[in-house]
């Protein structure tokens, strides 16, 4: 079976035809052309996955398109403001936060939910809030500092 969805991704209104078992991952890069959130394991162990929706972070490949009728997403995409990056984004260069690459976009996105939740009194406190977001590069003590930046304490 398959279900009509209308639903606001990066500002932008969609309304799509999907099988109702289609999740949000694979609407956003297979229907959408949003390749930048990334498929690691498609079974919410590793965050790379992670965006938005309704300001509060998930795994999309856990979540069903279906459900999100209404819903506004934000990806990885929709975070630059035109030519000027998103604070976290300059963050995570400034502090040579990534090796490959391939987590990035998770960590960046929920990166801005932990700080827009509070989530960085401390360093144990970002890494306890980012844990979902597995780094096979190890870059993680430079993952908490682009949040320590972007949140304004370094
Ligand atoms: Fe979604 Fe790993 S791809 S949590
Ligand atoms: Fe390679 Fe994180 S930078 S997995």
Not at 26 to 41: A, I, N, Q, V, Y
Request: hydrophobic share 35%; with cysteine.
């Amino acid at each position: 079976p398959t279900s009509a969805v209308s639903l606001t991704v990066n500002g932008r209104r969609h309304t799509v035809t999907v099988d109702n078992r289609t999740s949000l991952l694979d609407l956003l890069r297979e229907h959408l052309g949003l390749t930048g959130s990334k498929k690691g394991c498609n079974a919410g162990a590793c965050g790379a996955c992670s965006v938005l929706v309704d300001g509060r972070r998930v795994n999309s490949c856990l979540t069903l398109t279906v459900r999100l009728d209404g819903a506004e997403v934000t990806t990885i995409e929709g975070l630059a403001r035109g030519d000027e990056l998103h604070p976290l984004q300059q963050a995570f260069i400034d502090q040579d936060a990534f090796q490959c690459g391939y987590c990035t976009p998770g960590q960046i996105m929920s990166g801005v939910a932990c700080i827009q939740e509070g989530h960085t009194g401390s360093e144990e406190e970002i890494r306890e809030w980012m844990s979902g977001n597995i780094c096979r590069c190890g870059c993680y003590v430079k993952i908490v500092r682009a949040v320590e930046q972007a949140a304004g304490r370094k």
